[in-house]
């Protein structure tokens, strides 16, 4: 799949599609993502609970 980022206010933004959202199993108003950046590859994970791992 192939997207192109939107301008959002000063920085910009990647909408993604309900379906992705599902395979990931992520509900957007209820949970959070994790974006980590290794050997340039963005990789979006669901995070996990915080009451599960406190920090």
């Known amino acids: 799949m192939k ?3 939107s301008r959002s206010g000063s ?3 990647l909408f993604m599609p309900k379906t992705l959202l599902e ?18 590859v963005i990789k979006i994970t669901k995070a996990e609970d915080d ?3 406190p920090q």
């Open 3 to 5: 997207k192109k980022l």
């Open 11 to 13: 920085g910009w933004a």
């Open 23 to 40: 395979l990931i199993d992520v509900n957007p108003e209820a949970d959070k993502l994790e974006v980590k950046v290794e050997n340039n």
């Open 51 to 53: 009451e599960k791992n």
